[in-house]
Nanobody
Framework: VQLQASGGGLVQAGGSLRLSCVGS????????LGWFRQSPGTERESVAIIDWSGGSTSYGDFVKRRFTISRDNAKNAVYLEMNDLKPEDTAVYYC???????????????WGQGTLVTVSS
């Protein structure tokens, strides 16, 4: 599975961004997918994960209903809609894939390159 993330940028606090990650490979549509983020000096953390069907999702505690993960298997894509962004959301965001939902949050098998999100105060 190959992953390509996009959609990052500079946004003011309170604003919104939509990240996209397009995948290729025969296993993409059956894979669990996730978004992670990492800011300087911190460990990479799980933001949101979604199972292969889109029917099961889970979010990091810090999301607090501000973000929504979704996928479109017809387009081989996973999205992260981010609203009410805060300066502490500034980070490089990565998409990832694994065969099972239980694995994608902890040990993804595949990673995309990151896309930088910067939230100004």
């Amino acid at each position: 599975v190959q992953l390509q993330a996009s959609g990052g940028g500079l946004v003011q606090a309170g604003g919104s961004l939509r990240l996209s990650c397009v995948g290729s490979g025969r296993d993409f549509r059956s894979s669990a997918l996730g978004w992670f983020r990492q800011s300087p000096g911190t460990e990479r953390e799980s933001v949101a994960i979604i199972d292969w069907s889109g029917g099961s999702t889970s979010y990091g505690d810090f999301v607090k209903r501000r973000f929504t993960i979704s996928r479109d298997n017809a387009k081989n894509a996973v999205y992260l809609e981010m609203n009410d962004l805060k300066p502490e959301d500034t980070a490089v965001y990565y998409c990832a894939a694994a065969s099972r939902l239980v694995d994608v949050a902890t040990t993804p098998a595949y990673w995309g390159q990151g896309t930088l999100v910067t939230v100004s105060s």
